[in-house]
């Protein structure tokens, strides 16, 4: 007698009920536009997603250019807006050429996927994000990946390997909101006549001068050997990604860069606000001082509570959780309260430890920051403090 077919994802039931036994389901709540929550969880680190100026810049963008791109960008997708926000995004960063993308996470898969080729070695953070991580499963060269911020683990690596390569690292991880040590690891690269590639998705518009960016803070802006992505959906309130580097680097980008060549150009709208936010930002180059201002004052108060929180080398708070049920408790207990956190658990967090992910914003008040801190404390269970608190 014939065995009944399996029932086409008939896996997927296992795969849930698996989730759901380790507290680690996942759903979509949508937002009002009016919501009344205090926002912690989102990326506006500058607070500019909703500014006049970024907003018309959309709107304005999308009355002369239309909804959407219409095309690829080889094809119909370029306006004279897109070409426009690549040479300004490259000056004020540093850099020879920019490539705008539809998004930070396309942005990292085509550097990685089109600057590694087969025969070479690609190094990469054990902390680095999902984007970077698949870009290095995609491409065609061989990965090794090393522990976190460890520029002698990258050496002996690249040591191993004899010819191109590439390091591929976070600037600031969005998990702990850590630094990388860009500048030790330049030098290693250059013992090597390796190439670097950087995503500064969390250090655009907080670090360097003005908000130009970590790569800029460490001295490595325009130089031949660094190539830097960018998303422009979190300091920029936008929406999109961005290659830059040197020229010809980016004219390769163009010419193999898969997720550039068969991927729909990036709408105008948010052409339009990411080049309204770059323009707001060259004009109050504080904001990236108060952007890491706010970081370090959350920081200070809800260590002062007793929590175990993690110092921030950008806009980025992480305060750790005992487990994934407590962080998802802690944190829908903190919406209860009128308060937006991130959430973050495995299998998002490497280091598989649970918490709360806090983000800086420029527009954020002192008075806005005590209420936040104490709507934390007041919720967080016993575990998430240090001993004796």
Known sequence: MATAPARAFGWLDEERRAREAA????????????SPLLDLASNDYLGLARHPEVVEGAAGAARRWGG??????????????HARLERELAEFCGFEAALVLSSGYAANLAAVTALAPRGSLIVSDAANHASLIDGCRLARGATQVVPHADPAAVRKALGTHDGPAVVVSDTVFSVDGDRAPLAELALVCREFGAGLIVDDAHGLGVLGTGGRGAPQAAGLAGEPDTVVTVTLSKSFGSQGGAVLGPAHVIDH???????FIFDTGLAPAAAGAALAALRLLRREPGRADRAREVATTLYQLLTSEGLLAVRPDAAVVSVRAPSPDEAVRWAADCRAAGLSVGCFRPPSVPDGISRLRLTARADLTDEQLGEAVRVISRSAPQGAFTEGS
């Open 23 to 34: 507290g680690l389901v996942r759903t979509l709540r949508p937002r009002p536009a009016d």
């Open 68 to 81: 959407g791109a219409t095309g690829s960008r080889l094809v119909t997708g370029t306006t004279e807006l």
């Open 253 to 259: 980008l163009v010419n193999a860069a898969r997720t």
